[in-house]
């Protein structure tokens, strides 16, 4: 699944250029995005690739690395489309907009 997602997470960093524009830079909550966003892309993308390194070269790695990097992407992803939420809706599900 990470190796699905870090393929996905191409086209959606292209469209979040693209749509950048439509709301205001100083706005601390597509800060927050902005950064979590590229946080979690690189954090997916490096994740992905030692996970098909490790599937494809047979490779055994520890369970607890597993069991550590694993929520660590988890939690970045939700946040970032937490914030990501907050920014298209003005709210979020967990997190309060600063905007408030």
Known sequence: MFIIAAIFIIPTAITGFFTK??????????????????????????????????????KPRSLYLYLFLGPINIALVSTTAEFG????????????????
């Open 21 to 58: 524009d439509f709301y205001p830079v100083d706005d601390p909550d597509v800060y927050k995005h902005l950064i979590l966003a590229l946080a979690t892309a690189l954090f997916t993308l490096l994740y992905a690739v030692f996970r098909a390194d490790v599937l494809f070269n047979h």
């Open 85 to 100: 939420g907050i920014v298209v809706r003005g709210k979020g599900i967990v997190i309060d907009s600063s905007r408030s």
